[in-house]
């Protein structure tokens, strides 16, 4: 299931077998989470909390593959978004070194 944010702020953590939290990111409006699932992995490794009252679309697995394959609107929205994540991450990895 892909998650989308429609208002609100979501943050997402992963913790270690030790039970330290690290944030991974924070999300808002017109962000996606879950979309891990689309590459076929079986286990959520993230941890999604909201942070503020928020309104949060659940769109299954099949649903979001057909919206990216019919919705171009939908599918240059939800590129925008892993890009961002990618550079977000990026720049994450660049600040700790």
């Known amino acids: 299931m892909v998650l989308y944010i429609r208002t609100g702020s979501v ?3 992963v913790r270690s077998k030790a039970g330290h939290e690290a944030i991974v990111t924070m999300l808002g409006p017109g962000d996606f989470f879950g979309d891990e699932c689309l590459s076929g992995q079986p286990v959520r490794t993230r941890s999604a909390k909201a942070v503020t009252p928020s309104v949060v679309v659940l769109i299954g697995k099949a649903k979001m593959i057909q919206l990216l394959h019919k919705q171009h609107a939908m599918s240059d ?12 991450l990026e720049e994450t990895v660049i600040a700790r070194r």
């Open 11 to 13: 943050k997402l953590s």
């Open 77 to 88: 929205r939800f590129i925008a978004h892993l890009l961002s994540r990618i550079v977000r």
